[in-house]
């Protein structure tokens, strides 16, 4: 159990106000959690998130802050990104329950990220296609953004529930895989790899991109591929490259005689 509530993280992003930082981290030691980690935030050391956090301030002596939330995540294997709205392009979702039950039961196996937005402007679209899933909490339509710090509540609290009807079962050995899942930073350097194949295939035109980047990630994000898979996946977009270069050889050749084929 303490090493699940050690593998889950809440993420905020770009927050303004750091008396919602400081309810934030309240929230999650109120649910039993413990880490919790600030992609450049406005304003963090301050007074104000020690007020509102608490005896939660231990919470905040220990925040991670960083840079970008590629580091904030890059050693996951499941990134769960919340959403008070619909975005363009409809990506796999969750609700908070099921949300609360899969953070649960894969913090297992691996480092789990819950991520937040700006109070004003949410999660960007590209920051959304980093995560595996997302989650929206059912709130009034007419008026479905909540406030930071509670969405942080009503999404720790389901994890605190799935944690609470775990205890005592069976579930870590049940679901044991023999390779551990692919982690971020893997599916980051996997996806530069295929861009730059499907480039030289000639399929994709970095000038021209489209949807096509995001939706093959979409794509790879329901597959959820482990560590082995993506690395042969890798391997077979270097054969891919290698046969480009091999035939752009042969036709320079054709054109020149002169050239040299390896
Ligand atoms: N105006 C913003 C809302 C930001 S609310 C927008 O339209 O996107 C600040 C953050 O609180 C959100 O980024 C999200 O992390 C969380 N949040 C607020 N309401 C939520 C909801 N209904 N479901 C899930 N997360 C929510």
């Known amino acids: 159990m303490d090493q699940q509530i050690n593998n889950i ?15 934030a981290a309240r929230a999650i030691k109120n649910m039993s959690l413990g880490r919790l980690y600030l992609v450049a935030p406005k304003e963090f050391p301050a007074d104000r998130a020690v007020w509102r956090a608490a ?15 590629d580091e904030a995540i ?11 709205r619909d975005r363009t392009i409809p990506w796999p979702l969750l609700n908070p329950r ?3 039950e899969k953070v649960w039961h894969e913090a297992h196996e691996q480092e789990v990220a819950l991520v937040f937005g ?4 949410g999660l960007t679209n590209e920051e959304l296609h980093k995560c595996t899933y997302h989650v929206h909490i059912p709130a009034n339509p007419e008026y479905s953004s909540l406030n930071l710090a509670a969405a942080v ?4 609290y389901e994890v605190r529930m799935a944690a609470l009807a775990d205890e005592g079962s069976a579930y870590a050995t049940a679901n044991a895989w023999d390779v551990p899942p692919a982690k971020v930073k893997e599916l980051e350097l996997y996806y530069e790899h295929m861009e730059q194949a499907l480039v030289d295939l000639g399929f994709h035109d970095r000038a021209n991109p489209r949807q096509t980047m995001t939706r093959l990630r979409r794509l790879f994000n329901r597959i959820r591929p482990d560590s082995m898979e993506l690395s042969i996946m890798r391997g077979v977009l270097t ?18 005689p002169a050239s040299k084929v390896d």
């Open 9 to 23: 993280r809440v993420v905020l992003v770009n927050t303004s106000h750091p008396g919602n930082i400081g309810a």
């Open 55 to 69: 005896n939660a301030a231990d919470i905040l002596d220990r925040a991670v802050v960083v840079e970008s939330l």
């Open 153 to 156: 509540q009503v999404l720790t």
């Open 98 to 100: 099921e949300c609360g």
């Open 118 to 121: 700006r109070e004003d402007r």
């Open 239 to 256: 054969a891919i490259q290698n046969a480009v270069f091999r035939q752009k050889q042969v036709a320079e050749h054709n054109e020149n």
């Open 74 to 84: 890059a050693d996951c294997g499941l990134v769960i990104g919340t959403s008070a």
